[in-house]
């Protein structure tokens, strides 16, 4: 199995109880927990039984030393994790949403550690060593210049190396704001553009390809829930032309009915052969999973990264494009089911949702 490099931010996830809000909990009981787009999916590869390791810098704290051994009770490769005297770990407040509410996300990031961690400090020679494959998202970058100059550095260093590189574009507005006088969209849009030259991989939704690219597809409307699925692949194929090098495009399929309700699916195309894939399919015709009760969908979409990544590097399962589609998809369904940012599910269980078999039955 490909060793898995990822490189970002991780944070303590704070929260109330399930469907309260924070004003209702504090003062009181919260939960605390970690999290982070990039450590997200190195848990969750590691969880399905492939070799993740996370680049990362944490202040000498206690509850930074939790954080790390939370990563390595879950199987992630935590040597390369910086630990220094300067900054902060950040924080990041969650309220789950339930059925017309939606969740809701506040930061608390600034000063931290990795933000503060100069371009020169990484040793990408070392870091690289016996990599297959380097990912990382568009919220790395967004988080100070420093970690924006890292971020272009290492994606130059991998392909040079020969190290497959993907990026998960997610757009976070509130955090591209280092850049005195530029937009949010227009900042993201430039460091981006600086990044996709040496990205294999492109992972995303509807909503970053408009953001971040300026790429709509069709009639397509967040907000209402509705998705225009067929106009996906001519948002793919816009992203290859202008980015040649790019040779998959995987976008995830959301429809929110509610918080609490989630239509579920996904698109991945493939530039040989200008071939498209939908999951799941049932006879013959893309059919998403109807998630009618989640329990928390923060995560979701990076399971489903690093599920795809899993199984294009799994020996049976890469052998075809769309089985492997349909085990990320299957993943990242069962991820909604799981209180967390980390996806505690095991290949197996993945492979049996495949098979069809959502009953949701007691296994004895």
């Given at each position: 199995?490909?060793?898995?490099?990822?490189?970002?931010?991780?944070?303590?996830?704070?929260?109330?109880?399930?469907t309260?809000r924070?004003?209702?909990?504090?003062?009181?009981?919260?939960?605390?927990?970690?999290?982070?787009?990039e450590?997200?999916?190195?848990?969750?590869?590691?969880?399905?039984?492939?070799?993740?390791?996370?680049?990362?810098a944490?202040?000498?704290?206690?509850?930074?030393?939790?954080?790390?051994?939370?990563l390595?009770?879950?199987?992630?490769?935590?040597?390369?994790?910086?630990?220094?005297e300067?900054?902060?770990?950040?924080?990041?407040?969650?309220?789950?949403?339930?059925?017309?509410?939606?969740?809701?996300?506040?930061?608390d990031?600034?000063?931290?550690?990795?933000?503060?961690?100069?371009?020169?400090?990484?040793?990408?020679?070392?870091?690289?060593?016996?990599?297959?494959?380097?990912?990382f998202?568009?919220?790395?970058?967004?988080?100070?210049?420093?970690?924006?100059?890292?971020?272009?550095?290492?994606?130059?260093?991998?392909?040079?190396?020969?190290?497959?590189?993907?990026?998960?574009?997610?757009?976070?507005?509130?955090?591209?704001?280092?850049?005195?006088?530029?937009s949010?969209?227009?900042?993201?849009?430039?460091?981006?553009?600086?990044?996709?030259?040496?990205?294999?991989?492109?992972?995303?939704?509807?909503?970053?390809?408009s953001?971040?690219?300026?790429?709509?597809?069709?009639?397509?409307?967040?907000?209402?829930?509705?998705?225009?699925?067929?106009?996906?692949?001519?948002?793919a194929?816009?992203?290859?032309?202008?980015?040649?090098?790019?040779?998959?495009?995987?976008?995830?399929?959301?429809?929110?009915?509610?918080?609490?309700?989630?239509n579920?699916?996904?698109?991945?195309?493939?530039?040989?052969?200008?071939?498209?894939?939908?999951?799941?399919?049932?006879?013959?015709?893309?059919?998403?999973?109807?998630?009618t009760?989640?329990v928390?969908?923060?995560?979701?979409?990076?399971?489903?990264?690093?599920?795809?990544?899993?199984?294009?590097?799994?020996?049976e399962?890469?052998?075809?494009?769309?089985?492997?589609?349909?085990?990320?998809?299957?993943?990242?369904?069962?991820?909604?089911?799981?209180?967390?940012?980390?996806?505690?599910?095991?290949?197996?269980?993945v492979?049996?949702?495949?098979?069809?078999?959502?009953?949701?039955r007691?296994?004895?």
């Open positions: 199995m490909a060793r898995l490099i990822t490189f970002g931010e991780i944070m303590a996830r704070v929260e109330p109880l399930p309260y924070l004003r209702q909990s504090i003062p009181g009981t919260v939960n605390i927990s970690f999290a982070g787009a450590a997200n999916v190195a848990a969750s590869y590691s969880l399905l039984g492939g070799e993740a390791a996370f680049v990362t944490l202040p000498r704290c206690p509850l930074a030393d939790a954080c790390v051994g939370y390595k009770s879950v199987g992630v490769d935590t040597s390369l994790i910086f630990q220094r300067k900054g902060r770990m950040g924080l990041f407040f969650l309220e789950t949403g339930s059925c017309q509410r939606p969740s809701s996300v506040w930061y990031r600034a000063d931290s550690s990795f933000s503060m961690l100069e371009p020169e400090a990484y040793d990408w020679n070392h870091i690289f060593m016996n990599a297959s494959w380097f990912h998202s568009g919220i790395t970058p967004a988080i100070s210049e420093a970690a924006a100059k890292s971020a272009i550095e290492a994606a130059r260093f991998a392909k040079t190396a020969g190290v497959g590189v993907s990026i998960d574009l997610n757009f976070r507005k509130k955090l591209w704001n280092w850049r005195s006088g530029t949010a969209k227009d900042l993201a849009r430039t460091i981006v553009g600086e990044i996709l030259p040496y990205v294999d991989i492109v992972f995303g939704n509807e909503e970053d390809a953001d971040m690219l300026g790429i709509k597809a069709g009639t397509t409307d967040i907000e209402s829930g509705n998705l225009d699925v067929e106009r996906y692949p001519d948002v194929r816009k992203i290859a032309m202008r980015y040649p090098n790019v040779q998959k495009v995987a976008f995830t399929l959301r429809e929110s009915i509610s918080a609490t309700h989630n579920w699916g996904a698109m991945l195309w493939v530039n040989e052969g200008d071939r498209s894939y939908f999951a799941p399919v049932k006879n013959g015709y893309y059919q998403p999973y109807h998630i009760d989640i928390d969908r923060v995560g979701a979409g990076d399971s489903f990264a690093a599920s795809l990544l899993f199984a294009l590097h799994d020996p399962l890469s052998s075809d494009y769309g089985t492997c589609l349909s085990f990320a998809v299957a993943a990242s369904c069962l991820c909604h089911t799981i209180h967390g940012d980390f996806n505690f599910i095991s290949r197996s269980e492979v049996a949702l495949m098979k069809g078999d959502a009953s949701g007691v296994r004895r």
